[in-house]
C-alpha cells in the first residue's frame, strides 16, 4: 500500500491516536514512495494534520453523528488528514474530497466511502459557521491542549498570542555549516546551483536559513558531511559553551549528536558523549561518521556518574535536560498531542537532580550550560534560580543575543523570535 492519503491516515492514526512519534511513524512510511514529490506531499499532509489535529477533531465532533476515532481510527485520520489539505494546504476542494475518498477504498473501508464523501462536503459548505463555532473554544481555536495554553499564557502573557502562531506555522529546516569541511559563502553558492535557495543567518556564525523545504538528504553537501540539519536556537550551545583546542569537555544528553558535534566542529576537544538508550547513542556515532568527526561516546545515565564518570574533571559540561520540548512544536507538532501537564514536574525534577549530578564533575573556573528546548518557566529559570541558591560555588555568568529575553539568570528565546525555535539558556562557572 503506498498510497500518499492512505500512508497519511496511518500515521496521524498513529500518531495522535496510539502516541507514536511522528518521525518515528514518518520515516517507515516515506520510504514507501519513490517520487519525492509524493514523498513532500506525505510529509506535508501529516504535519498539517499533526499541527491542526486538535481543530480538526473537534470539527468532526460536530460533523459525524457517532464518533470514528475508536472503532475506525484510520479512517477518522483520513478525514483529518482531508480536512488539513482543504483548510491548511490549499488543496482544491474537489481534489481534496475526491483522493481522500478513494483513499477509503485503498485502506479496505471502501464501505465508508459516502461517509467521508458527506461529511468532507458538508465541511464544505458549512466551513464559515464552524470555523465560527470552533474558534469560541481555545483548544480548538489555538490548536494546542488547553493546559498548554493556559501554561503560555501564566508563563509569557503579553508574548502568547505570538507564541501559538508561531507554533502553528510551518517552517523549512535550518543547516549548519560543518566549517571544518567547508565554508559558508561557497557552500550557499553551490545550493544555489541545486535550486536550494539559502542565505546566511544574521548573527548565526555557522547558520543557514532555506527560503523553502528540500529534500536535504539528497543534497551531496549534506552526504560529504558539509552541512547538518540544526535549529539556529540550538546552535548558540556552542557560542555558549565556548571551548578551546584541547579542552575536556562533556556533552551530558548528547542524542542525537547534533550539539556534540558542533563542538567537535569548532575545536579539536576531548569530548564525551554520554547518553542512556543504546538506540540513541548509535545515531551519534552515525552523525561522527557522517561529519568526519570523532569523540568519546558512553553509555551512561547522566544522573549516575559514579557508573561512567573516570574521574577527570570537565572544563565544560553541556547539559541539553530533557524536557517537554514546548519550544519546539513548530517543528514537531506532535509534542502538542503527547505531552501532558502532569509532565512538567516529573521533568522538573529530573533536570534538578541532573544538575545536581553533574555540577561535581566540572572543575574550579569552568563552564556548566544549561538548556532546555521549552519555554516554561518551571522548568527553566526556577530550576537555574534553586541550584543557585543551593550552590554558592556556582555563579551566573551573562547570557544574551539579539533574540531573546532576559529570564532569570538565564535567556529564554521564544518560538519564532530571530527565526528561531524556542530554547533556554543559563551559563553556570564554577567558582571554588
Known amino acids: 500500500?503506498?498510497?500518499?492519503?492512505?500512508?497519511?491516515?496511518?500515521?496521524?492514526?498513529?500518531?495522535?491516536?496510539?502516541?507514536?512519534?511522528?518521525?518515528?511513524?514518518?520515516?517507515?512510511?516515506?520510504?514507501?514512495?519513490?517520487?519525492?514529490?509524493?514523498?513532500?506531499?506525505?510529509?506535508?499532509?501529516?504535519?498539517?494534520?499533526?499541527?491542526?489535529?486538535?481543530?480538526?477533531?473537534?470539527?468532526?465532533?460536530?460533523?459525524?453523528?457517532?464518533?470514528?476515532?475508536?472503532?475506525?481510527?484510520?479512517?477518522?485520520?483520513?478525514?483529518?488528514?482531508?480536512?488539513?489539505?482543504?483548510?491548511?494546504?490549499?488543496?482544491?476542494?474537489?481534489?481534496?474530497?475526491?483522493?481522500?475518498?478513494?483513499?477509503?477504498?485503498?485502506?479496505?473501508?471502501?464501505?465508508?466511502?459516502?461517509?467521508?464523501?458527506?461529511?468532507?462536503?458538508?465541511?464544505?459548505?458549512?466551513?464559515?459557521?464552524?470555523?465560527?463555532?470552533?474558534?469560541?473554544?481555545?483548544?480548538?481555536?489555538?490548536?494546542?491542549?488547553?493546559?498548554?495554553?493556559?501554561?503560555?499564557?501564566?508563563d509569557w502573557p503579553d508574548e502568547a498570542e505570538a507564541i501559538v502562531a508561531a507554533n502553528n506555522a510551518p517552517v523549512p529546516p535550518m543547516l549548519r555549516i560543518n566549517r571544518r569541511a567547508a565554508a559558508r559563502d561557497a557552500t550557499i553558492a553551490a545550493l544555489?546551483?541545486?535550486?536550494?535557495?539559502?542565505?546566511?543567518?544574521?548573527?548565526?556564525?555557522?547558520?543557514?536559513?532555506?527560503d523553502e523545504h528540500t529534500d536535504i538528504a539528497r543534497l551531496p553537501e549534506f552526504r560529504q558531511g558539509k552541512l547538518s540539519v540544526q535549529d539556529g536556537a540550538a546552535q548558540l550551545a556552542a557560542d555558549l559553551v565556548d571551548v578551546r583546542d584541547g579542552m575536556h569537555v562533556l556533552d551530558a544528553c548528547a542524542a542525537p549528536g547534533g550539539k556534540a558535534c558542533h563542538l567537535l566542529e569548532r575545536a579539536a576537544l576531548k569530548l564525551v558523549a554520554l547518553d542512556r538508550e543504546p538506540p540513541r547513542a548509535a545515531r551519534i556515532r552515525e552523525n561522527l561518521v557522517r561529519l568526519h568527526l570523532d569523540c568519546d561516546v558512553r553509555l551512561g545515565d547522566a544522573g549516575e556518574p559514579a557508573k561512567w564518570w573516570d574521574g577527570k574533571p570537565f572544563d565544560r559540561i553541556l547539559l541539553d535536560a530533557p524536557c517537554s520540548a514546548t519550544g519546539v512544536i513548530r517543528r514537531h507538532p506532535d509534542i502538542k498531542l503527547h505531552r501532558r501537564v502532569q509532565d512538567i514536574g516529573v521533568l522538573s525534577r529530573q533536570q534538578r537532580d541532573l544538575?545536581?549530578?553533574?555540577?561535581?564533575?566540572?572543575?574550579?573556573?569552568?563552564?556548566?550550560?544549561?538548556?532546555?528546548?521549552?519555554?516554561?518557566?518551571?522548568?527553566?529559570?526556577?530550576?537555574?534560580?534553586?541550584?543557585?541558591?543551593?550552590?554558592?560555588?556556582?555563579?551566573?555568568?551573562?547570557?544574551?543575543?539579539?533574540?531573546?529575553?532576559?529570564?532569570?539568570?538565564?535567556?529564554?528565546?521564544?518560538?519564532?523570535?530571530?527565526?528561531?525555535?524556542?530554547?533556554?539558556?543559563?551559563?553556570?562557572?564554577?567558582?571554588?
Open 192 to 210: 544555489q546551483g541545486q535550486d536550494v535557495v539559502a542565505s546566511a543567518h544574521p548573527f548565526l556564525a555557522d547558520a543557514l536559513v532555506l
Open 355 to 432: 544538575l545536581q549530578a553533574l555540577w561535581p564533575l566540572l572543575q574550579v573556573g569552568g563552564r556548566l550550560v544549561y538548556a532546555t528546548c521549552s519555554i516554561l518557566r518551571a522548568e527553566n529559570e526556577s530550576v537555574i534560580a534553586d541550584f543557585l541558591r543551593a550552590h554558592a560555588d556556582a555563579e551566573a555568568l551573562p547570557a544574551g543575543f539579539p533574540a531573546g529575553h532576559k529570564a532569570g539568570a538565564g535567556w529564554q528565546i521564544l518560538p519564532g523570535e530571530g527565526g528561531l525555535d524556542g530554547m533556554y539558556y543559563a551559563v553556570l562557572e564554577k567558582r571554588r
Open 1 to 154: 500500500m503506498n498510497d500518499t492519503r492512505t500512508l497519511a491516515a496511518q500515521v496521524l492514526a498513529a500518531v495522535a491516536l496510539d502516541g507514536v512519534s511522528l518521525r518515528e511513524a514518518l520515516a517507515p512510511a516515506q520510504a514507501q514512495l519513490a517520487d519525492s514529490r509524493d514523498r513532500a506531499l506525505l510529509t506535508a499532509i501529516v504535519n498539517e494534520g499533526a499541527r491542526g489535529w486538535l481543530r480538526y477533531d473537534a470539527a468532526l465532533d460536530r460533523l459525524l453523528d457517532k464518533p470514528l476515532r475508536k472503532r475506525e481510527p484510520v479512517v477518522h485520520a483520513l478525514l483529518v488528514a482531508g480536512l488539513a489539505q482543504i483548510e491548511s494546504l490549499g488543496v482544491a476542494p474537489h481534489a481534496a474530497v475526491a483522493a481522500t475518498v478513494e483513499a477509503t477504498r485503498t485502506l479496505q473501508r471502501g464501505g465508508f466511502a459516502n461517509l467521508v464523501n458527506a461529511v468532507l462536503r458538508r465541511w464544505l459548505r458549512e466551513r464559515e459557521t464552524l470555523n465560527a463555532q470552533l474558534d469560541r473554544d481555545p483548544e480548538p481555536r489555538s490548536a494546542h491542549p488547553l493546559w498548554l495554553v493556559e501554561a503560555i499564557a501564566h
